[in-house]
């Protein structure tokens, strides 16, 4: 049994980390916060971009079919698959789901015939991949706590080039939706090409109910564009794809912080459980101390007479 000093020390030591956990839970609930604010801030808007490409694409027809990033290519060959992680740890499954899905996803497509090039956003991904020994056609790390426009914006650079390049004939997105602190969602989207896309898919069922929509409001007003939709198209295409990377690192950003707090919170409460459980084997220590004291004084006192 170990001594009453021992497990006195490895109490103290429980009840640091648990300051520490609690700690880390007060500060990701509180960035959670501002990140639950910037998604609500950016789900209007990036379902708006969505809707205006669709009816522009509606509208363009068969012009469509001029614009790369709308055709889609007669094989798939390469198929660019985007992990969105995280830069840090201790938030439970939070990374490791996505590595997971990650790869189920590539053999799928392996076993289908098309090869994957590999992109990945955060420390975990890029990490984790690269001890997998997956070559990666792109890193990025350094703001998944915080993401701006501008890290979407050069992600996206570089998945268009590769897709107008012939690298990719194909570019679907991997991460974590924000449900609740306790809930992520692995989410899997087709960026590119946007005949694929969420943008396109179930159009029909949209269009179906936005017109009923429209309809039960009024008589809806004709669109005219000018330019045409065609150069509007061009416009939008790349916003689309830019606003989409944007939302899931968003997205992500919320999903850490929910997973991290969910996590710290666990934590914090097995501490007390194991500062209970010590604290109880510690007053077990002092009785037999004092017992075998009592024991030793009286085997003396006996000795004695």
Not at 20 to 34: D, G, K, N, P, S
């Amino acid at each position: 049994m170990a001594s009453q000093r021992d497990v006195k020390n490895r109490i103290g030591s429980v009840k640091n980390i648990q300051k520490i956990t609690r700690a880390m839970e007060m500060v990701a609930a509180a960035r959670l916060r501002r990140a639950e604010q910037r998604i609500s801030a950016l789900r209007p808007y990036a379902e708006a971009i969505r809707r205006m490409t669709r009816q522009a694409a509606l509208a363009a027809g068969a012009e469509t079919a001029r614009l790369e990033l709308l055709r889609e290519r007669e094989q798939t060959e390469n198929v660019a698959l985007l992990l969105v992680t995280g830069d840090r740890g201790l938030a439970g499954g939070f990374n490791s789901q996505i590595i997971r899905a990650g790869i189920k996803v590539a053999a799928e497509l392996q076993e289908e015939g098309p090869q994957t090039v590999w992109y990945a956003a955060g420390r975990r991904g890029v990490s984790s991949l690269t001890f997998r020994g997956r070559e990666l056609n792109g890193s990025y790390s350094g703001f998944a706590d915080r993401p701006a426009y501008a890290d979407a914006r050069g992600i996206a650079d570089d998945l268009i080039a590769a897709y107008i390049d012939g690298k990719c004939d194909r570019v679907d997105i991997l991460y974590n939706a924000y449900v609740s602190p306790l809930t992520q969602e692995v989410t899997r989207e087709t960026l590119l090409p946007l005949s694929q896309a969420t943008l396109t898919e179930g159009a029909g069922e949209d269009d179906g109910t936005e017109a009923a929509a429209d309809s039960a409001k009024g008589p809806s007003a004709l669109v005219e564009y000018e330019p045409g939709p065609e150069e509007i198209l061009k416009r939008l295409v790349p916003d689309y794809v830019e606003i989409s990377i944007y939302r899931a690192l968003i997205e992500s950003t919320a999903g850490f912080f929910g997973a991290q707090m969910t996590a710290m919170r666990s934590a914090s409460e097995n501490a007390g459980e194991i500062i209970t459980d010590l604290t109880l084997q510690m007053n077990r220590a002092r009785q037999a101390e004092i017992t075998q004291e009592i024991m030793e004084v009286v085997a003396g006192a006996e000795g004695l007479n």
